[in-house]
């Protein structure tokens, strides 16, 4: 008896699913054309694309980016697009995108600030990613080699470039063999802005910095006895007497001793994306310890405390950023002793640190009140004394929910700081675009300035948003 | 046997200020209070002594002296003969205005962006997904400046409407022939009424009459549809049969206000070109247009942010509950998922709308007299009062602020969700 039962020992190769259901057909009637409606959403889609690029796309391919004036541009696209051709003039950008950056900064002495925008990142990589030290390094070293690029195309003089090439070659050993090291960097980061970016003596900046050393000593030695909050006074009070009696004597005498002197720069060479930098990155910085005292103080049980906090922060949300910068540039003299008379740019970083410290307390009073109720009660009950709970319990928890809030305001504040154009600094978008068309070799030209600094802050703006949420995702602990 | 006694009686020592809890909150807010007044009187006191070395003092009848400056754009009845105080309330009117329509706008836009944002387009989605980013991240004043640089350097002029030496005018006006874009402003078709009721006019109030009439009409008519339809809904409780209400609605909504704006003398006058500019109808300025575009176009893309964030809170099992009942995908959006997403998205979007509000001050940039612009600008550069204008300025727009939140949180405690 033969056998005749039939056993298929490999399995048949399963067949291609049908052309329809693969690979881009499938995407496209999934995604493009599932449905009537859907269709011509497609088809008006792809029709607004089409007229945009079609107005759009010849402009930007017959850019120029070779000429003197706007006519030179002009006539050079007529020549070579036919007279009706329509191109963009991306020469004003080439010739004078130091304007935009630097305002009217001598040109010799471009490598402070942008030494200074480096050490911005070398300071900010410890903060940004404390818990991920690859990324510190990857940061700090793409921040050096993007330094060591710049200075190059600036051309400065050997001397200089030896020195800081030296130094931010330095700082990224730092961050190879010890990255958290980095943080003292951020410690001084202020200190060291307002030495490069204004100039004058060194010692100007470091008995300003040595104030808060006298705050610490003061504190550490009365600490024991007095209490947090009495030290902390005493310590206020000690270094304000420093920085009243001592710090200017004992700076001049240091200086006449050896003075690292930079040639010192007035306020009013402050222009462009620099300008930008400085009153955004330091409004916000000095205006996040502030905020949290506010929210701090906005949920206190002591009345008077939490008025005072509301008031404050009620009415600076209440009012337009603009009149707080009228305020720096017409009312701030009224309220200050006669004859006193100091920096534009200091007193609208004043009130616009002022601005942002009501903005950041309300963010940081949000991520206090996503904390749970156990959480302060957990602290009582281990005998914290109030500012440990905030230190060791609250803050931590409270200020991961509040960075990307943080964040965001920072953007907004960035964004608003083209308003300063208006108390008379020059900010990129209207102070320098104004400067560059009313030149006559530009007249009439706005596509292409415009188009460059909305660029830049795009750029700006986007990336932090992605930072703020990566930040998010990372600290999203509640798994849902 | 030891007795728990009771703790020994402590004499009040100067030290309990500090160390003892029940003192230490009043020390700390007696410290406050003495510091803070101490502050306060440094303010004042130099203030004072800067206000005597110029010679000034604190007076507000400036307000009632002739302004002797033009304001394009009024509202109200205004020449430079008026008082400051008049041309101050010409542009509160003025910033009012642009937040008002500048609120509609671009709600009406983010709301349609934000949920084309989140349709199963894929070209539709990308489309807004750009939109939404380039607006939200380029500073509000871009806008502003480059939709007015457009405005006032790409629009044809005047004399280009006029057909040229070949019969063909170089521009056209647009929506049949109603509406002429220039380079000098945009001028649209004026409502007027040939047969208007008698104006209110004072210094310090100042009434359309006839405008406020037909408001007052048809927000009364409105009123009365509501009561038909909820006696409509009414009737269909106790019977189960809703009554035909829509003939009776129409009647109400249209009648009333239509025979009000037939019998004043409605009519529309367009504007035409007559020498070298365009007569009749409105012209609306370039400032007012730019600044209005520019607020809307930027935050439709932050409304439409807040919109999608909100759509999403509403979680997955409710759209699905909704297809297991059979409502079809429009329905389920709007009986479903909207009326949950709306009480998240009104809290950011009051916010939103307060920040728009404040924004309106941005019409410095193109010279846009509203209150900034007026009470902060002119006023002040001509009396020299900057204390007086600027204390009343940040005072107007806090009241602004305060009153929009006040209205915006009552309609919020309405929608949110009523937790029993």
Redesign the interface.
């Known amino acids: 008896m033969s056998d005749i039962s039939y056993v298929r020992d490999s399995m048949l190769p399963p067949s291609e699913p049908p052309g329809a259901q693969t690979g881009v057909v499938k995407w496209m009637r999934e995604?493009?054309f599932?449905g009537l409606s859907?269709t011509v959403?497609?088809l008006?889609?792809?029709a607004?694309?089409y007229y945009f690029l079609q107005l759009v796309l010849p402009w930007l391919l017959h850019g120029v980016w070779y000429a003197n004036s706007l006519s030179e541009c002009r006539s050079i696209i007529a020549e070579n697009y036919g007279p009706n051709a329509s191109g963009a003039c991306w020469a004003v950008i080439r010739l004078r995108w130091y304007q935009f950056v630097f305002g009217f900064y001598p040109p010799e002495l471009w490598w402070r600030p942008t030494l200074n925008f480096a050490l911005l990142f070398v300071a900010l990589a410890p903060a940004l990613f404390s818990d991920n030290l690859r990324m510190v390094r990857i940061m700090v070293g793409v921040v050096a080699a993007l330094y060591l690029l710049a200075l190059v195309c600036l051309s400065t003089t050997p001397l200089i470039f030896v020195v800081t090439a030296v130094l931010i070659a330095a700082l990224f050993g730092v961050s190879v063999v010890a990255p958290m090291q980095l943080i003292w960097v951020t410690l001084l980061f202020p200190f060291i802005t307002i030495y490069l970016l204004w100039g004058g003596s060194v010692w100007s900046s470091a008995m300003g910095l040595a104030g808060f050393g006298v705050l610490a000593v003061v504190y550490r030695l009365t600490n024991d006895r007095l209490?947090v909050?009495?030290a902390t006074g005493v310590g206020v009070v000690a270094a304000i007497l420093w920085w009243i009696f001592l710090a200017g004597p004992v700076a001049g005498g240091l200086a006449s001793v050896l003075a690292f002197r930079l040639e010192p720069m007035d306020s009013d060479r402050f222009g462009g994306f620099l300008l930008a930098f400085v009153i955004g990155v330091s409004s916000i910085s000095i205006s996040l310890p502030i905020g949290i005292l506010l929210a701090l103080g906005r949920q206190s049980?002591?009345?008077?405390?939490r008025s005072?906090s509301i008031g404050f922060i009620e009415?600076v949300?209440?009012?337009?950023?603009?009149?707080m910068l009228?305020?720096a540039s017409?009312?701030l003299?009224?309220?200050?002793?006669?004859q006193t008379n100091f920096d534009l740019i200091l007193r609208v970083v004043i009130l616009v640190t002022f601005f942002a410290a009501a903005y950041n307390a309300e963010v940081v009073r949000g991520g206090l009140a996503a904390l749970a109720r156990g959480q302060y009660e957990a602290a009582d009950a281990l005998g914290l004394d109030y500012w440990q709970a905030q230190r060791l319990i609250i803050m931590p928890q409270a200020l991961k929910v509040a960075i990307p809030g943080i964040v965001t305001n920072f953007?907004g504040l960035f964004?608003?700081t083209?308003?300063v154009n208006?108390v008379g600094l020059r900010d990129p978008?209207?102070g320098i675009t104004a400067v560059v068309r009313s030149d006559l070799d530009w007249k009439?030209i706005?596509w292409e300035p415009?188009i460059f600094?909305?660029g830049v802050?795009?750029l700006a703006?986007?990336g932090m948003?992605r930072y703020s949420m990566y930040l998010e995702r990372k600290l999203k602990t509640d798994h849902r | 046997m030891a007795l728990a006694a009771d703790a020994p009686k402590q004499s009040f020592r100067l030290g309990m200020l500090?160390?003892d809890t029940r003192y230490r909150?009043i020390t700390?807010?007696v410290i406050?209070?003495i510091l803070?007044l101490l502050f306060v009187g440094w303010?004042l006191d130099?203030?004072r002594?800067?206000?005597a070395?110029k010679g000034k003092d604190i007076d507000f009848s400036f307000l009632w002296r002739r302004a002797g400056y033009d304001i394009e754009q009024n509202l109200i009845p205004y020449t430079n003969d008026s008082s400051h105080f008049r041309a101050i309330l010409v542009g509160l009117l003025n910033t009012l205005v642009v937040a008002f329509f500048g609120c509609i706008f671009s709600t009406v836009i983010g709301v349609f962006f934000g949920v084309l944002r989140l349709?199963?387009?894929?070209?539709?989605s990308r489309?807004m997904v750009i939109y939404i980013?380039?607006f939200?991240?380029?500073?509000?004043?871009?806008w502003i400046?480059?939709v007015y640089?457009?405005f006032s350097?790409v629009m044809p002029q005047p004399k280009d409407f006029r057909p040229g030496a070949d019969g063909v005018a170089k521009a056209s006006m647009w929506l049949w022939d109603s509406m002429a874009i220039t380079n000098r402003g945009t001028n649209i078709p004026a409502p007027l009424l040939t047969r208007p009721l008698p104006d209110l006019d004072t210094a310090a109030l100042s009434l359309n009459t006839s405008l406020w009439f037909v408001i007052i009409l048809f927000a009364v008519s409105v009123w009365l549809n509501r009561k038909i339809v909820q006696q409509a809904t009414k009737v269909q409780e106790a019977t189960g049969i809703r009554p035909t209400t829509w003939w009776k609605s129409l009647l109400i909504l249209i009648v009333p206000t239509v025979a009000a704006l037939v019998l004043m003398g409605f009519h529309l006058d367009y504007p035409v070109l007559a020498g070298f500019n365009f007569k009749g109808g409105i012209n609306v300025a370039h400032a007012f247009s730019a600044l209005l575009v520019g607020l809307t176009l930027y935050y439709a893309a932050v409304i439409a942010e807040t919109v999608r964030a909100g759509i999403q809170a509403v979680s997955r099992g409710q759209s699905e509950a909704a297809f297991a009942l059979g409502l079809q995908p429009g329905r389920t959006m709007s009986l479903v998922i909207l009326p949950q997403a709306l009480r998240v998205i009104i809290p950011p979007l009051i916010s939103q709308f307060l920040s728009l509000t404040?924004?309106t001050?941005?019409g410095?940039?193109v010279s846009y007299l509203d209150l900034?612009g007026t009470l902060?600008g002119i006023t002040?550069n001509q009396t020299g009062r900057?204390?007086e204008c600027?204390m009343l300025?940040?005072l107007t727009?806090?009241l602004i602020?305060?009153i929009i939140s006040a209205v915006m949180n009552a309609y919020n405690a309405s929608v949110k969700l009523k937790e029993r």
């Open positions: 995604n493009l599932s859907n959403l497609t008006v889609g792809v607004a694309i209490g909050v009495v049980d002591m009345l008077l405390i005072l009415f949300r209440g009012v337009p950023l603009i009149t009228f305020t017409l009312l003299g009224y309220f200050l002793p006669p953007i964004k608003d083209t308003l208006f978008l209207i009439g706005y415009y600094v909305g802050f795009f703006c986007y948003s | 500090i160390y909150a700390i807010q406050v209070l803070v303010l130099n203030a002594m800067n206000l070395l349709s199963k387009n894929w070209i539709v489309m980013e380039v939200r991240n380029v500073p509000l004043l871009l400046v480059l640089v457009v350097e404040k924004d001050s941005l410095i940039a900034r902060g002040l900057e204390l600027m300025l940040m727009y806090l602020s305060l």
